[in-house]
């Protein structure tokens, strides 16, 4: 009697445990499914602004090479202030 209860168990337990693991898979699938959505709805954002921005650069060819070398100027400069920075408290550590 021991056993048939102990078996009978085991198959329930067992049970339980495909079933909660067939909930997860279908979880895993279902935001498997949400992220190839939101990667396709990005790409096409993505793809959207990439082509405003050739409009954008087509149409103010001057105003782009401006903008970009002030974004560079300003990139370089950030850099160069961080790097001697650094170097400055390497120096003050020695």
């Not at 009978?8 to 895993?28: C, F, L, W, Y």
């Not at 699938?29 to 990005?42: F, N, P, T, V, Y």
């Not at 002030?70 to 003050?92: D, F, Q, S, Y």
């Amino acid at each position: 009697m021991v056993n048939k209860t102990s078996s009978s168990e085991s198959s329930g337990i067992r049970q339980r445990t495909h079933n909660s693991v067939d909930k997860v898979m279908d979880k895993a699938e279902s935001i498997k499914e949400s992220g190839k959505e939101a990667m396709a709805h990005l790409k096409e954002k993505a793809i959207k602004v990439n082509e405003n921005v050739d409009s954008r650069i087509r149409k103010n060819p001057k105003k782009s090479v401006l903008i970009a070398a002030g974004v560079g100027a300003a990139v370089g400069a950030t850099l160069t202030g961080a790097m001697m920075r650094k170097a400055r408290i390497k120096r003050e550590q020695a």
